[in-house]
């Protein structure tokens, strides 16, 4: 069965710092490179970060390079999302997912997704 289940956002002021898990189940999701995507009130949801299975490659949008750091626990079948020097901008609600190699979702199914909000 395919599930997808984020946590960990909440409300930060700019500057600030949290950390987002998704664990995931399901063969889809086997021995695949996962990612976050984020949307926010108005815009299309895009593409934050990515992982391959091994974890030993890494990719970011421009948006959050040098400040967010995407890591995973194949054990736990969990990717997380260390997000640093939070900025309004950031403010959105966060999904995961399987990425693919042109960084779109890999997958047409999403969880309800954690919501960020930075604001003073």
């Known amino acids: 069965q395919v599930q997808l289940v984020e946590s960990g956002g909440g409300l930060v002021q700019p500057g600030g710092s949290l950390r987002l898990s998704c664990a995931f189940s399901g063969r889809t999701f086997s021995r695949s490179p996962m990612g976050w995507f984020r949307q926010a009130p108005g815009k299309e949801r895009q593409f934050v970060a990515r992982i391959s299975w091994s974890g030993d490659s890494t990719y970011y949008a421009d948006s959050v390079k040098g400040r967010f750091t995407i890591s995973r626990d194949n054990a736990k079948n969990t990717v997380y999302l260390y997000m640093n020097s939070l900025r309004p901008e950031d403010t959105a609600v966060y999904y995961c997912?399987?990425?693919?190699?042109?960084?779109?979702?890999?997958?047409?199914?999403w969880g309800q997704g954690t919501q960020v909000t930075v604001s003073s």
């Open positions: 997912n399987k990425v693919s190699t042109d960084l779109r979702p890999g997958y047409d199914y």
